[in-house]
Nanobody, 122 residues
Framework: QVQLVESGGGLVQAGGSLRLSCAASGRTFSSYAMGWFRQAPGKEREFVAAIRSDGVRYYAESVKGRFTISRDNAKNTVYLQMNSLKPEDTAVYSC????????????????WGQGTQVTVSS
């Protein structure tokens, strides 16, 4: 079955960087869109970034210029490089995949990882 496993979360000071990874297994994901979402305490899950199978990237306005999404199809892995982190980036970050095109709504994604905590201190 499909399994997504995130890693790379942690505690970092404001202005610092983290790199999240999400390893997918269970099938070949080269034709799938892969995305990252986050959910802060008391808030709804929100779109962060996504990448198409051909490498075209999409970002939420709040992370543009600071975060970079990338993928390695040979490893079935998607990454999220997060720079210039802010306290408001604190959340549980989850990766998700869906066949076909990118989507920015969480309900459009079929497969999800368990999430990794990112905490940014001020």
């Amino acid at each position: 079955q499909v399994q997504l496993v995130e890693s790379g979360g942690g505690l970092v000071q404001a202005g610092g960087s983290l790199r999240l990874s999400c390893a997918a297994s269970g099938r070949t994901f080269s034709s799938y869109a892969m995305g990252w979402f986050r959910q802060a305490p008391g808030k709804e899950r929100e779109f962060v970034a996504a990448i198409r199978s051909d490498g075209v990237r999409y970002y939420a306005e709040s992370v543009k210029g600071r975060f970079t999404i990338s993928r390695d199809n040979a490893k079935n892995t998607v990454y999220l490089q997060m720079n210039s982190l802010k306290p408001e980036d604190t959340a549980v970050y989850s990766c998700a995949v869906r066949p076909g095109s990118v989507a920015t709504y969480s309900y459009d994604y079929k497969y999800w990882g368990q999430g990794t905590q990112v905490t940014v201190s001020s």
